[in-house]
Each structure stands twice: as C-alpha cells, then as structure tokens.
C-alpha cells in the first residue's frame, strides 16, 4: 500500500522524483537566444521540416573559411529553440570543416541532454546547419 505522502509525491513529480525534464542550459538558450533572427544575403542557408512537422531555419555567413555570422528561425517547440541555438552557439567562430562536424550527440551532450521525445530536435538543428553549410559550399567555395 502506497502512502498519502508516497502517492502526493508521486502525482507532483510525475513518479520520478529524480528525473529532471531539462536543463539549466536549455533554459537558458530559449529564453535568450543569441542567434535568433534572420539575415540579408546569407553566404549559406537552409530550410528542413522534421517528420515532427518543426521546421528550422538556418543563415550563415563566412569569411576565410569560418562561419563568421550565424541566424536561426525556428517554427517549433521549446527544445527545437534551444537546439538551435546552441547548435548556432556551437559552430559560431569555427571553420566549415567543424561546423560539418556538429551532430545530435554533441548539441544533446553540450545542452546536458534533452528529454528522450525531443532528442530529435538536436538532429534537426545539426542537419539544418550541414545544409547551409554545404549550400555556401556548392557556391563554389572550397573548403
């Protein structure tokens, strides 16, 4: 038999008193992100619509082979802002090479994880940035 303060702590913590739905970091990146907006005349830039339907939006700018400048528009929920933000946070200052680099496992990794129903809003936000990344490459720059 489960007791009145077992059963409270149950229905308020969801039955998992240890788990927490995200972190401090996640936080952080939706109610401030840094990269959120767009931008003219983007060296590189990308849409994909996930199979969840969020669509994410990237726009890079490079000079001497580093992305220099970098924007997100997100159309979803909460872990796709905070996935793309970090991923923006991420890539910013490095070259195209590392930027192509970033995947799911390092954006989830730097944003101390995310819940296992969001985790492909990471991959979304890596994806979409390979795309603009590889979009300023078909222009004719080499890496």
Known sequence: MVSNEQNENMENNGGDTEEKPFSAKVLHHVIEPTHLGEMD??????????????????????????????????????????????VATMAEGRTVREGLRITQEAVIEYLGGLPDDHKHCALLAANTLHKALKAYIVRGTVL
């Open 41 to 86: 005349k983007p060296d590189g830039h990308a849409v994909i619509t996930g199979p969840c339907g969020d669509t994410d939006e990237f726009f890079v700018r490079i000079f001497s082979s580093r992305i220099r400048e970098i924007r997100f528009r997100p159309a979803g929920c909460f872990f796709t802002i905070a996935a793309c933000d970090a």
